[in-house]
């Protein structure tokens, strides 16, 4: 087979972009493919705009808090449309970094247009058909959408459309409270609108209880509302609103019905199953390696099974694109993977919480606690709110729990306490929770070792493995 590159990226999110750079730096031939927006779901409809819409409506809840610390202020006049606009200039202000032009400096061919595959190693994109010894799917997800006897006759909102929105929603009705879900509620209440969460289990239910009810608590006490329940169906209503029935009878009128419940693989219209691509519950089936059950074609990020985060699938384009350029195995450890939910208090995760390590170890663990009450930066800030718990096993730290201001900043330390490894060149290789202002940690670090990782001894011994891989296969 005549091959056109060493190395074929289908989809340019995070997983897609990371894999295909990381290849084309260590001087592979590498086709890197998308049929929407560079930068995928974080950059267009995830972490960038819901954190500069978070940070509008932190600016608006310190304003309505009129007098505080011997300082008062004017109570809050929100312009939506100058909201909307600060969220599209993040977009913008970082869209460069993803850019088609940017991947096409450090050595990528990219193509624009949906890819299918035609064989094993061959994906036809338009008229152009490529192939390579080694493909990498990196698709992404989407919104899931339950089935709500009602709900395509109202013109929901998800994570992807929401902020197109032209006008603040008089009464936001969020059908999830997970991450997505509680972010935007905390939000758009602090904004000026009312809201009122539709969960029928546990708000943030993979997070720490303890932790959660203080975030439960501080939204409540803002005025969103929570509510328990499935929700039955939608009612149109006049002049675009509606009206939840939920299955115990109570009814929510609204204006705006947002969506979030979670998010589905995008593995439909690339001719997966077509080739023999094993797939999953919800995404591709992979092993520690991120390979398929085609073993020469990895499925990275949102689009395979396993945790959808941003900071996870820049960690698996890593690994992919280390394994692919040296041979080096390289599987994916979840011992120190770090979350946060970028409520106010954040609430922050890493490793195992306390109810996964009693799970797993009994009655041996211990629970440290520390309340953000004792500590004097805390206080002096009036942010005392929260607390850090730390899981352990004897001297052996399996988890840390904590909620509280710039909770997601503290994880770092936990990741190298977790992982044993503790080095400029560990700590540029580790998981750090997207976005936080720790990552500048990580980026230090690993300047500290590019030169080395990406000079001309790799770059070289990389190059040859390409050639003997092309006229191998």
Excluded at 39 to 62: H, M, Q, Y
Excluded at 76 to 84: L, P, R, S, T
Aim: net charge neutral; glycine share 12%.
């Amino acid at each position: 087979m005549k091959f056109t590159h060493d190395v074929i990226v289908i989809g340019a999110g995070a997983a897609g972009l990371t894999a295909a750079g990381g290849c084309a730096l260590f001087g592979l031939k590498v086709a890197l493919i998308e049929a929407d927006k560079m930068g995928g779901e974080c950059l267009n409809n995830g972490c960038v705009p819901s954190k500069a819409l978070i940070t509008a409506a932190k600016r608006a809840a310190e304003a309505n808090v009129q007098d505080r610390f011997g300082i008062q202020m004017t109570a809050a006049k929100v312009n939506w449309a100058g909201v909307h606009a600060h969220i599209h200039n993040a977009i913008a202000e970082i869209a460069p970094h993803d850019s088609e032009e940017r991947f096409e400096e450090m050595g990528c061919d990219v193509y624009r247009g949906h890819a299918t595959f035609t064989g094993r190693r061959k994906v036809r994109v338009g008229e152009v058909e490529l192939a390579a010894p080694k493909i990498v799917i990196a698709t992404g997800s989407e919104p899931f959408v339950p089935t709500i006897e009602g709900l395509g006759a109202v013109p929901y909102l998800t994570n992807e459309n929401i902020w197109d929105l032209d006008r603040l929603p008089q009464h936001l009705v969020i059908v999830g409270g997970g991450v997505i879900g509680m972010e935007m509620a905390q939000s758009f209440r602090r904004l000026g609108s009312e809201v009122t969460v539709i969960e029928p289990g546990r708000p943030m239910g993979r997070d720490d209880p303890e932790s959660v009810a203080v975030v439960v608590e501080t939204m409540e006490a803002e005025g969103v509302m929570f509510v328990t329940g499935k929700a039955a169906k939608v009612v149109p209503g006049a002049l675009g609103s509606f009206t939840v029935t939920l299955e115990n009878g109570q009814e929510i009128a609204g204006t705006h019905l947002l969506v979030a419940v979670g998010r589905k693989a995008r593995t439909q219209g690339y001719g997966l199953e077509e080739i023999g691509v094993e797939l999953g519950r919800n995404g591709i089936a992979v092993d520690q390696r991120r390979r398929t059950n085609l073993k020469h074609i990895y499925a990275i990020g949102d689009c395979r099974e396993g945790p959808r985060l941003t900071h996870v699938s820049g960690y698996e384009g890593s690994n992919v694109a280390l394994e692919i350029t040296t041979g080096l195995p390289t599987k994916v450890d979840w011992s120190a993977l770090p979350w946060c939910t970028y409520t106010e208090p954040e609430v922050a995760q890493i490793g195992m919480t306390e109810a996964e390590a009693r799970e797993k170890h009994g009655d041996k663990i211990t629970v440290i606690r520390e309340g953000f009450d004792h500590n004097e930066r805390a206080i002096a800030e009036g942010a005392t709110k929260g607390h850090m718990k730390v899981v352990m096993d004897g001297k052996k730290v399996l988890g840390a729990s904590i909620v509280g201001k710039n909770a997601g900043e503290l994880l770092l330390p936990f990741s190298q306490l977790i992982s044993g490894k503790a080095s400029t060149f560990a700590l540029g290789s580790a998981i750090v929770a997207y976005p936080t202002r720790s990552e500048i940690t990580k980026a230090a670090a690993f300047s500290a070792w590019e030169g080395t990782v990406f000079g001309s001894v790799p770059r070289g011994y990389a190059k040859t493995r390409a050639w003997f891989r092309k006229t191998l296969s």
